[in-house]
């Protein structure tokens, strides 16, 4: 799909999730109620650790895993867990509530409107490319990822493991995530693998 040229950031919403965690279902409807809402690009990663128990999530990768850890270390988490959501990569909560994620979503939105829009660049995705403008950015730059996802909600009948004999919803769930480089400020183009 193409987007339009923009200045305006979206509030990224990441949940951490698995078919073999028995606590994950309400933090998959939290993360779908929330999918369409405006400003907001909510994504599922599942991971594979909880495999173990019993039932192999098919859509688990363990990148999405090291993304997780990753948060880890940046939140100060002694640990990984299921569910957890990361909201702009600046906080996290378990997300089985509805109204805490929204409190969430709310706060991030708050203070991405404090920001000049400067910071903020126009990002330009069409055809096999994506452009990113000029704007202001931190010493080190930003990475720059290309995440691929279903947008559509999935049924997953779960056989075995802790949600065994239930079907699970599932929306937008990500199938590959891809680090295209890095962006210093300066205006750039990236080719699409």
């Known amino acids: 799909a193409a987007a339009a040229p923009t200045t305006q950031s979206p509030v990224v919403v990441e949940l951490f999730t698995s078919h073999g965690c028995s606590s994950c279902p309400p933090a998959n409807a939290s993360l779908a109620a929330v999918s369409d809402r405006p400003g907001v690009l909510a994504l599922s990663f599942n991971v594979p650790y909880w495999d173990y128990l019993g039932w192999k999530d098919s859509f688990a990768k ?71 403008g000029a704007a202001k950015v931190s010493d080190d730059g930003a990475d720059i990822w290309l995440v691929r996802y279903d947008p559509n909600t999935v049924q997953v009948p779960v056989a075995r493991g802790e949600n065994g004999g239930r079907t699970l919803p599932h929306k937008n769930v990500v199938h590959e995530l891809v680090r295209l480089g890095n962006w210093g400020g300066a205006a750039k183009h990236f080719d699409l693998p």
Not at 91 to 116: H, Q, Y
């Open 62 to 132: 363990p990148e999405f895993t090291t993304r997780q850890y990753n948060y880890e270390r940046t939140l100060h988490r002694a640990t990984a867990y299921t569910p957890q959501m990361v909201v702009n990569g600046e906080s996290d909560l378990v997300g089985n509530d509805l109204g805490e994620l929204n409190d969430s979503i709310d706060a991030e939105r708050a203070t991405i409107a404090k920001r000049p829009a400067a910071v903020m660049p126009a990002i330009t995705l069409s055809g096999n490319a994506v452009d990113i």
